[in-house]
Nanobody
Framework: QVQLVESGGGLVQAGGSLRLSCAAS?????IGWFRQAPGKEREFVAA????????LYADSVKGRFTLSGDSAKNTVYLQMNSLKSDDTAVYYC?????????????????WGQGTQVTVSS
C-alpha cells in the first residue's frame, strides 16, 4: 500500500513558477504526475523512477517542467516554470510498480488527492 500526498499548488501569474511535491508513504518504483482541467480528461504530465535515472515528459511540458526527487524523504518534486494558462488544472501524483516511467493512467495503482494549480493570464 502506498499513500501519496501532494502539496505546493496555488495561484500564479502566467510566466511564473511553482514547485509541487509528492510525498509517498511507501515505496513504488515509479512516480507520475497527471493533471485534469475542468471538462477534460486526466492527462499525463511527467514521470520518474525512484532510481532517478529515467524521466518521461509530455510534449506540452518539455523544457518547462522538471522532475527531481529525494529518496531519503520519499518525495518527488515537479518544478514548473514558464507557466501558461493552459497549465491550469488539478495536479495528481500517482505511484506505479513499473520499473520504468510510463504515460498510461492504467499503469498507476495509487493516487493522491490532487492539488490545484491556477495560472492567471
Amino acid at each position: 500500500q502506498v499513500q501519496l500526498v501532494e502539496s505546493g499548488g496555488g495561484l500564479v501569474q502566467a510566466g511564473g513558477s511553482l514547485r509541487l511535491s509528492c510525498a509517498a508513504s511507501g515505496r513504488a518504483f515509479t512516480i507520475g504526475w497527471f493533471r485534469q482541467a475542468p471538462g477534460k480528461e486526466r492527462e499525463f504530465v511527467a514521470a520518474i523512477n525512484w532510481s532517478l535515472c529515467n524521466t518521461l515528459y509530455a510534449d506540452s511540458v518539455k523544457g518547462r517542467f522538471t522532475l527531481s526527487g529525494d529518496s531519503a524523504k520519499n518525495t518527488v518534486y515537479l518544478q514548473m516554470n514558464s507557466l501558461k494558462s493552459d497549465d491550469t488544472a488539478v495536479y495528481y501524483c500517482a505511484a506505479s510498480l513499473a520499473r520504468t516511467p510510463l504515460m498510461a493512467l492504467t499503469g498507476y495503482k495509487y493516487w493522491g488527492q490532487g492539488t490545484q494549480v491556477t495560472v492567471s493570464s
